[in-house]
């Protein structure tokens, strides 16, 4: 009579066990908590022998995330901190999400030309944006940024001098890109203590300074500076232009020959120079050229010397271009 009962009560319960092994999931169920359960070594050892968990027969092999653009931006602003560079990064636009972001009304408008990412030293690593010649009126780029899209590290284009004077504080203005202008964008600081727009007499700066892309050598020449005619030459003598004759474009001379004129001589040091070519030349058109030469003033390289993508964001975060090498 008992053995008859626990045969009873022992079939009722393994039902029972069947019906609430179906209820609560079956065979998934138990999945689920042998995943969560603890490595037992650890648990006896204090250690582990294959990570946190232990690694069942029905569990993948260890997936590798890849970081969402985005998600550079935190590691890079922390590298960047790291350098104290970190004021010239306040007002970067936000990262959009994506692969490229939504595409910027100036698309098409405004291009990445050229590049010398690749390059080691932050003073060689710059960056060409040129408008189209089909844009029907300037484009403003201050305050626009470049971002990698591998690393996360971005920068902002700062305003720049639009007349530069040597020596002198400059203001600083907006940049406003007219048809067909250009923009290098360096990393390093400038050679002249600020970004400033071109014109017909910056190519007297490479005489103290060194610029990467060079300045374009093409100053007004010493004839063009000091005509040659009769009263010109009754003031100056004519050994004057012989001597401005010899003279290459841009240059400013060291030295001057013993036979010159105290009036040539005056007009060579008052004019053959980068303020003195300005003073002379600055009421001539085209005075300004359409090319500006910006400087983000860091210590450390933003762009990746062997591959890397770059986006040129407007300043809503939407991308104008795009650069791949």
């Known amino acids: ?80 901190l790291a350098s104290g560079d970190e004021d010239q990064f306040a007002n970067t636009p936000p990262a959009p999400r994506g692969a490229f972001g939504d595409a910027s009304v100036y698309a098409g408008k405004v291009f990445i030309k ?23 009126q300037p484009i403003p780029v201050t305050n626009w940024a470049l971002q990698s899209a591998v690393s996360g590290a971005r920068a902002v284009l700062p305003p720049a001098a639009p007349f530069f004077i040597l020596g002198v504080v400059n203001p600083v203005q907006s940049v406003y890109l007219d048809p067909g202008a250009s923009i290098f964008i360096t990393t390093g600081a400038s050679p002249v203590g600020t970004s400033f727009r071109e014109n017909i007499c910056s190519g007297y700066l490479t005489e103290l300074h060194t610029f990467t892309p060079e300045l ?26 012989d001597y401005l004759d010899t003279l290459t474009q841009c240059h400013f001379p ?7 004129s105290s009036a040539c001589r005056s007009f060579i040091s008052n004019t053959m120079s ?49 650069l791949t090498y």
């Open 114 to 136: 050229e590049s010398n990412a690749t390059e080691s030293g932050v003073s060689l690593e710059f960056i060409q944006l040129t408008a189209s010649d089909n844009n029907s």
């Open 216 to 241: 374009a050598n093409e100053c007004p020449t010493p004839p063009e500076m000091l005509p040659m005619n009769a009263d010109n030459l009754r003031t100056y003598g004519s050994s004057c232009f």
């Open 254 to 260: 060291a030295t001057l020959p013993g036979d010159l």
């Open 1 to 80: 009579m008992i053995k008859r009962v626990l045969i009873i009560s022992l079939v009722v319960f393994i039902i029972a066990l069947i019906i609430f092994w179906f209820i609560t999931g079956g065979w998934a169920a138990a999945a689920r908590t042998a995943r969560s359960l603890g490595n037992p070594l650890e648990l006896i050892f204090g250690t582990s022998t294959s990570g946190s968990f232990i690694k069942l027969p029905w569990q993948p092999p260890e997936l590798v995330r890849g970081p969402d653009i985005a998600d550079y931006a935190d590691e890079a602003d922390a590298r960047i």
């Open 274 to 322: 980068y303020n003195g070519c300005i003073n002379t030349s600055r009421d001539r058109a085209p005075f300004a050229l359409p090319s500006f030469r910006t400087y983000l003033g860091l210590r450390a390289e933003l762009w990746s010397n062997s591959h890397d993508v770059i986006r040129l964001i407007d300043e809503q975060g939407r991308t104008v271009d795009v």
